[in-house]
């Protein structure tokens, strides 16, 4: 593909799911107070630009059909955001004292820690031929910490208690 | 806020909306291949990232009280994307005769000018104090073509059956 059409294809990548992502927020937003169909519109065209993006990520040849290479670019961006971007983030936020930044890039941070293994045993294992191996993952909604099989009694990142964590099973 | 630590929300921003949509992707991907533990794994990684990137945007003071503040930032993101962004790609990936490129870029401008009108709608309906309108809405799941309502006989932008619209509704 030629470049510039690439670095475009790019661009819009990045656009649509930051579009997809604002929505989703926003959804959850406009459900808080109790517009439920605003909400719904949110969700709807959130998905619509799923499709773009998708569809952009298609043309660029970054689907492949070895499972294996596609969970190896999440490995990648995960290592990336462990070992360069949060450190240097989190250091800048607490020189500059800026808190409410240290403590969103510190969550983000950690839990990147164990994204990033995750990926590693699913990669092993797709390599094998095999799927993944636990039916349930729990998420922390404040921070995002993330846990296989049963949620801790507090989050070790956050605090939030087990109740919160969110649920998402097969 | 200071300007280094707010740039570089923004980027984390960006960052967690891209790695957001890359595991909703390799979730269908997944899914598509029968691995379904996989799937799952990577649509509750998916959520940690929406939970980091939603951290990052309210520090970053963009998720505003009222809701058509909210709102208003989705009409100026989809107007930039109709009036400035996709045109331009558009037109380059006509120029340098990239046929996927040509047509992915065309599919979402299509949809863009469709949730703009609904976004502008919405908007003037939450600063009366109300909901949105409409109860079902309708994507394409091929082109992002976006409905209320009933989705028609055949997208009209892709083509894709009455039937492959994915239905969204309170
Ligand atoms: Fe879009
Ligand atoms: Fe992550
Ligand atoms: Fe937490
Ligand atoms: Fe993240
Ligand atoms: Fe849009
Ligand atoms: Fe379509």
Redesign the interface.
């Known amino acids: ?2 470049e ?2 690439k670095k ?2 790019e ?16 959804a ?3 459900e808080q ?9 949110f ?3 959130a ?13 660029l040849g970054k ?1 492949y059909k070895e ?1 294996a290479e ?2 190896q ?2 490995i990648d ?2 290592t990336f ?1 462990i070992d360069e ?2 450190p ?2 989190n250091t ?2 607490q020189f ?1 004292e ?1 808190k ?2 240290e ?3 510190k ?2 941070w950690e ?1 990147e820690k164990i ?1 990033a293994e ?2 590693k045993k ?1 990669k092993e ?2 390599e094998k031929g095999e ?5 349930k ?10 846990v296989e099989g049963e949620p801790p009694e507090k989050c070790p990142v956050c605090g939030a208690p087990k109740s919160a964590y ?1 649920e ?3």
């Open positions: 593909m030629r510039m059409t475009f294809l661009d819009a990548f990045a656009g649509e799911s930051m579009a997809h992502m604002k929505y989703l927020i926003f959850d937003e406009a107070r109790g517009l439920k169909k605003l909400a719904n519109l969700r709807a065209i998905y619509a630009e799923y499709v773009h993006a998708r569809n952009h990520y298609r043309e689907i499972m596609n969970v670019q999440c961006g995960e955001e971007m949060y240097v983030y800048v936020a500059q800026e409410g930044a403590r969103s890039t969550f983000a839990a994204h995750m990926y699913a294992l797709v799927d993944y191996t636990a039916e993952i729990y998420i922390c909604p404040v921070c995002g910490h993330t969110r998402f099973s097969i």
